[in-house]
Nanobody, 126 residues
């Protein structure tokens, strides 16, 4: 059974960093593309970054360029989201999701993904 479990969220001061983890079970993360998305209160869910089965990366959100990076550890079947220089507007529920296609989609939209984690809350506040 496919399962994705996120962890690592929490409360952080502006300018701080967090690393989110997404542990997969039931499939290997190097077979599918895995993305990170977020949903802020009152806003639509948006795609941030995606890593393809071959480790390639797509970045969909200008708002996180240069601050967020995606990586994977195939041995641990885990995908990470490193978030630096966090801002209050980064406050959201963060989701990892799997697309059964090997390569990341062009748009990284929520409907491109087939399996979802439960989400982890990130709050950036002083």
């Amino acid at each position: 059974q496919f399962q994705l479990v996120e962890s690592g969220g929490g409360l952080v001061l502006p300018g701080g960093s967090l690393r989110l983890s997404c542990v997969a079970s039931g499939f290997n993360v190097d077979v599918y593309s895995i993305g990170w998305l977020r949903q802020a209160p009152g806003k639509e869910r948006e795609g941030l970054l995606c890593t393809s089965g071959d480790g390639g990366v797509r970045n969909y959100a200008d708002s996180v360029k240069g601050r967020f990076t995606i990586s994977r550890d195939n041995a641990k079947n885990t995908v990470y989201l490193q978030m630096n220089s966090l801002k209050p507007e980064d406050t959201a529920v963060y989701y990892c999701a799997a697309d059964i296609r090997y390569y990341c989609s062009d748009g990284g939209r929520p409907h491109d993904y087939d399996y979802w984690g439960q989400g982890t809350q990130v709050i950036v506040s002083s």
